[in-house]
Every structure is written in structure tokens, then in C-alpha cells.
């Protein structure tokens, strides 16, 4: 056997490497893998074997991450033992194995059958044991070229093999296989490819499933090579493979970039635009640093890129990706999880890893949401991200069933080919350019004409009563809805559920009380777990914004504000932000009120105007009611009434500050 791979010479390259060295298991790591190789030399032939523990992610879920940091230990001393070579362990439960090039199959296949039949002998509880199992994959007579990465890929192919023929078994590679010379085409031609610029960005909108508005976008690519077009889901698991993928995310973010500096001066300027961020880059101490340079270089906003790291990341590296993705929101940057649901989700992760965004998984939405129990998991998925103050983005949306059914989930982004597919530069402009407007969700009412329909005649809402009553309004000849009271549910408006779509929102209306009655509601907003409405009278003869969650016997919460005086015109604004859970109340635009803590509640079921369930209906006039879904703050709601104020049309009356 070549003394190279000798257990005296690795010892002696492990002394004098110790930063090649793996923290845990006092292997090599992948850089020690690496110098080991040039230790090598060009022209050294080569076994590689590449080793995966099946399943090992059980082991931290069911016992914890110490006593799967110890089966790691014992595994590196049970292959140690059993492997004549060079054993590194390059990522959480893979190792790789170099060994002489000379070795004959049979010697090579003997040994990965003896490692995959004894595992039961390592010295571990045998109901961990019985968790797991090892998938190999094994390269032979390969040639040291000045990186290890062609081997590496070669060895990592055959072990996917494995995984897919039902896992526990090893595989050689085949450079006759027809996947496998198509992965050896692309390799060939991939870094010319990059350096010819062969690879294009696509933009994907991601948009508001409520009001058909463009909100952001994810890039993409698709790789144009002479007459052949290869789509991402041909080279991306290839480039994985042979970590290629890491020049090609830089390149992806700083097309992204550039594409996106050119439309700064459009009304679409500002969106979000995310680029995946592969395995390879959570590692790299300077990351932050590269895209911080390419980001300035174009004049993009940090807070306007968003990196995308898929689920399984966090399975394998979830202490690494932590850190990472620290270092990135301290900079600015967005955080996201792709494809969540596709696998084993960590939702355990989700308590400690402060991410923005949540995208459930296409594969996950199409299985999940054709059964009432899938359903019901979507539906509780989206509310505990809502509750952590996560946003979710659900991919793969192809029909309008799945739109009613996710905003009935509270859910209101969504990318797919419903919207639309992967576009190029030009016709995404055009295509943002028609879909993105200045106001996200937002519904003006002046309720003067008899359709009673919104200023965009997308909302209408209807009168439970005889008649609609019309009077004088705030402006010279305009008109307000007068309710002259009545018995519950009676001579009121119900709109359309859909004009509140998200958690947090601002209502906004002008109010005439004729008579004040305790408790009465202008307005009042069911929620499936409570309610929030305004009472021009209520506490201590004051006027209140109550918000109840019916989830616990408490959860009473009152923002009481000032007296209202009948006979007057009163400008109200009620907001609620559900990321601080803060609600307040403004009068003539002043804020006077608020209240901290209060929980949010979700999947508006009614709107009422002018009444709610519990009390008779109100007498009042009212006009000009806005609905924005977002928490608006208070230079927005002074403009606002300072706006009706100061239109030489107002008649509403003498308005005063109250503070």
C-alpha cells in the first residue's frame, strides 16, 4: 500500500495541520482534506469513498445534540478502524475516505460492505443504533488534477444513488451512466459557461394573493449553452455536488443587483428581490462582507436583497446558519427559509433562528392542502409563523382554490404559475409596472353614492336595513351614510371580509354621533378568535377601541380616549400593529391613546358598519371611511385629517386638537 495513506504519515500530517482538523472528532476537516491533497500531488491516483449517516438527524431530535455529537465520535473511530486511508469529516454526518488508487474492486467493495454490516457494533445504545444506517458512494482510479473537487463529486453521485436505491448500501461510480455523463457535460462546460455569461436571471414575482399586487421576486437562472437550454433543476444539484454552486450564487446576486439598479427610478424600485444562498456560503466568515461590496457597487439598499437558504440547511448546519444569519441581519439583509415543508421542517429552529420570511415548499402545499388534516396543518404552520412575527410566502401556487384557501390561512404572498412563471429582465418590468401600485391594500369609502362600492369598485358593501339614509357629509355637497339605530344586526353595512387581509391595520373614518348610546359600535371587525371595534361612549362616559381575544377568559383589551361630543364631526383612527402587538386610537389626528401587548387575532370573518352582535345599532353619521392594511403611523394620520381640514370643501365644522 502507498505509504502516503499509512496511519503514521496521516498522524504526522494531522500534527502539523491542526487547523485542518475537525473540533469533534479529531479528524481532518474539509480544508485538512484539501491540503492533504496537494500534499498528494498532481497525478496521485486515487479511491475516494464518500459516507453519509442515513437519518442521523433523528438522533439530535430524539436524544439531543450532545449524545449526536457523541454517536459522531464513535462513528469517526468506527470508520477509522475499519477504512485503510485518509478519513475527514467535511460536514455534520459526511465523511470522506481517500485510499490507495492501486486497491481492486472487490477489496474496496469488501470494506464498504463490512462498514455498512457492523455499524450495530459501535458502542452506542442499540435503540440509537437502530436509527440509522450508512448510504456510500465509491470512486476508483481517479487522478489528482489540483483539486479534489471532480473526485469528490464523482463519489458524492454514486452515494446519491445510494440514498435513492432505499439507503444502507454503497455504489460505485459509473462514468457510463447517462445522468452521470450529463453531470460530467455540465461540469466540463460550467466554468467557461459562467465566464461567458451563459447563465441568465429570471425574476419570478412573488405577489399579494388579496389585492393581485407585485410585492417582491425571487431570481432565478436558467443557463443558455450554444443551442441547449438547461434548467436549474438539471445543473443546480450538480454544482451542490462539487460546491461550483457557491461562484454561481455570487454571480446570480450580482446579476440580480445590477438588473435591479436599472430600475431605480420606477414606481417598482423598492421591491425585494432574493437570491438563493447556497450550503457552501454559511462557512464563509467574509460573506457578509462580498455582498455588502456588490450590493454598494450598484447602489442597492441592503434591506431591499433577501437570501434564501433552504430547509435542509438548517437541519445539517443549524449552529453555523444561526451565526450566519446574525452577521447578515445585522447588516441589513433579509433571511429567509426556502422550501419549508419539503422535508423534516425544523420547526424547532424557528424559536432560536430569527429568519423574516417562511416559503412553504411547493411539493408541500400540493400534497398538504387536498386532505382536511393537511389543511389544517398548513392553516396552523402559517398561524405560529404569524405569531412569531414571521412572514410566510407559499410557492408553487397554480389555481384559484389554492388562493381562497391560503387567505382564508391569513397567508397573502404567494409566487407561482398562477401569477406568473420565471420572466425575463424585460418582461418582468412590464409586468411589475402593471401590477405594483403607491398603496398596498388600502380601500377608500367616501359613502355618499348608493352603490356604496370602494373609490376602486373592487369592495362594495350592503345595507342590512329598509333604505340608505343620506346626510350632509364633511364636504360642500358631499354625503355621509346616516344610521338611525335599531335592534341588533339591523339598519347597518357589512362589507366584505377581505378589505382587512392582513394582521396589522388602520381604519380610518369620519364620525357624527346624533345619540350616544353605551357601548354602541361604529365599527366593528370579527375575527375568528375575537374582535375589535370603536364605541363613541363606553367607559367612564369616554369613547373606546376594544380589542378582544376570545382565546383567553381576560383578554379584554381597552384603549379608552376622550369624550366625544354629539352634534360634531370626529375624525378616528384605530391601528393595530401585529409585529409589536401595540394598538392605538387617534382622534383629529392626534394620537390619544394606546395599548401594549395585546395578541392578534386573525382570519377576519365580518365587517360591520354602524352596529356589531352584541348591542343596538348606533345613531350616528359616518363618511369617508379609509382601510389601509397596514399599521399607518402618526405623521400618516396627521396628513391625513389635515388633508380633509384644510380642503376649502370641508364644512365639517370646528375641529380641535386634543393635545
Known amino acids: 500500500m502507498d505509504d502516503r495513506f499509512g496511519i503514521d504519515n496521516i498522524k504526522r500530517f494531522l500534527a502539523d495541520n491542526p487547523a485542518g482538523c475537525d473540533y469533534l472528532t479529531g479528524l481532518a476537516n474539509r480544508r485538512g482534506l484539501y491540503s492533504f491533497c496537494e500534499e498528494l500531488g498532481d497525478g496521485a491516483k486515487l479511491t475516494a469513498m464518500y459516507i453519509d449517516i442515513d437519518n442521523f438527524k433523528r438522533i439530535n431530535d430524539i436524544y439531543g445534540h450532545s449524545r449526536g455529537d457523541e454517536f459522531l465520535v464513535k462513528v469517526s473511530e468506527y470508520i477509522g478502524k475499519y477504512v485503510p486511508g485518509f478519513v475527514a469529516r467535511i460536514g455534520g454526518d459526511e465523511f470522506v475516505v481517500l485510499m490507495d488508487g492501486d486497491m481492486d474492486r472487490e477489496e474496496v467493495a469488501h470494506i464498504a ?50 440514498k435513492d436505491g432505499g439507503k444502507g448500501t454503497f455504489t460505485f461510480y459509473n462514468e457510463q451512466d447517462k445522468t452521470l455523463s450529463l453531470a460530467r457535460n455540465i461540469e466540463r462546460n460550467m466554468k467557461q459557461g459562467l465566464a461567458d455569461r451563459e447563465f441568465e436571471v429570471l425574476f419570478q414575482p412573488k405577489v399579494n394573493m388579496v389585492t393581485s ?261 364633511i364636504f360642500k355637497g358631499s354625503r355621509s351614510v346616516s344610521f338611525p339605530g335599531g335592534e341588533i344586526e339591523r339598519n347597518l353595512l357589512e362589507l366584505e371580509p377581505r378589505a382587512i387581509s392582513n394582521d396589522s391595520f388602520t381604519i380610518a373614518f369620519w364620525l357624527y354621533p346624533e345619540e350616544l348610546a353605551t357601548w354602541a359600535s361604529a365599527i366593528y371587525v370579527k375575527f375568528e378568535t375575537g374582535f375589535a371595534s370603536f364605541s363613541p361612549l363606553a367607559w367612564e362616559g369616554h369613547a373606546s377601541y376594544r380589542i378582544r381575544d376570545s382565546r383567553e377568559v381576560n383578554g379584554w383589551y381597552d384603549t379608552t380616549t376622550c369624550y366625544l361630543d354629539k352634534g360634531l364631526w370626529w375624525h378616528v383612527v384605530m391601528t393595530y400593529n401585529s409585529y409589536t402587538e401595540m394598538a392605538r386610537i387617534y382622534i383629529n389626528g392626534d394620537p390619544i391613546a394606546q395599548s401594549e401587548n395585546v395578541p392578534t387575532n386573525r382570519f377576519v370573518k365580518r365587517i360591520m358598519i354602524g352596529g356589531d352582535v352584541f348591542q343596538p345599532s348606533i345613531k350616528a353619521r359616518i363618511c369617508e371611511l379609509m382601510i389601509y392594511n397596514d399599521p399607518k403611523d402618526f405623521d400618516f394620520i396627521r396628513d391625513l385629517y389635515e388633508s380633509y381640514v384644510n380642503n376649502p370643501e370641508f364644512v365639517g365644522g370646528k375641529q380641535r386638537h386634543l393635545i
Not at 462498514?115 to 452506542?124: C, S, V, W
Request: proline share 2%.
Open 113 to 162: 460492505d463490512e462498514l455498512i454490516k457492523n455499524m450495530a457494533g459501535i458502542q452506542m445504545r442499540q435503540d440509537i443504533l437502530s436509527l440509522v444506517s450508512m448510504s456510500i458512494g465509491i470512486a476508483m482510479d481517479q487522478v489528482y488534477n489540483g483539486t479534489p473537487d471532480d473526485i469528490l463529486s464523482h463519489c458524492d453521485s454514486a452515494m446519491y444513488t445510494s
Open 213 to 473: 399586487e407585485i410585492v417582491g421576486a425571487e431570481a432565478l437562472s436558467r443557463w443558455i449553452h450554444g443551442t441547449d437550454i438547461y434548467f436549474p433543476d438539471t445543473y443546480i444539484p450538480v454544482f451542490e455536488r462539487n460546491g461550483f454552486i457557491s461562484k454561481l450564487d455570487m454571480y446570480i446576486f450580482e446579476e440580480a443587483c445590477r438588473l435591479k439598479s436599472g430600475w431605480r427610478d420606477t414606481i417598482f424600485g423598492n421591491l425585494v428581490i432574493s437570491v438563493n444562498l447556497s450550503r457552501a456560503h454559511i462557512y464563509e466568515k467574509d460573506l457578509p462582507d462580498r455582498l455588502c461590496a456588490i450590493a454598494d457597487r450598484y447602489g442597492i439598499p441592503y434591506e431591499e436583497l433577501e437570501l434564501e437558504v433552504t430547509e435542509s440547511i438548517f437541519v445539517k448546519d443549524s449552529n453555523e446558519l444561526i451565526a450566519m444569519t446574525e452577521k447578515l441581519q445585522s447588516r441589513g439583509f433579509l433571511v429567509s427559509i426556502d422550501d419549508f415543508g419539503s422535508g423534516f421542517s425544523a420547526l424547532n429552529l424557528l424559536k432560536d433562528l430569527k429568519v423574516d420570511t417562511v416559503k412553504l415548499a411547493k411539493e408541500f402545499l400540493g400534497k398538504s392542502s387536498n386532505t382536511m388534516r393537511g389543511r389544517q396543518v398548513i392553516r396552523s404552520i402559517i398561524s405560529m409563523c404569524r405569531d412569531l412575527k414571521i412572514n410566510v410566502v407559499t410557492e408553487g401556487v397554480e389555481n384559484r382554490e389554492q388562493v381562497d384557501f391560503l387567505i382564508g390561512c391569513s397567508c397573502q404572498v404567494a409566487q407561482g404559475y398562477y401569477y406568473s412563471r420565471p420572466l425575463e429582465n424585460d418582461d418582468f418590468i412590464r409586468y411589475a409596472s402593471k401590477h405594483k401600485s403607491n398603496i398596498l391594500g388600502a380601500y377608500h369609502f367616501d359613502l355618499s353614492s348608493p352603490d356604496l362600492a370602494s373609490e376602486d369598485g373592487s369592495i362594495r358593501m350592503i345595507y342590512s336595513g329598509d333604505r340608505v339614509i343620506f346626510k350632509e357629509g
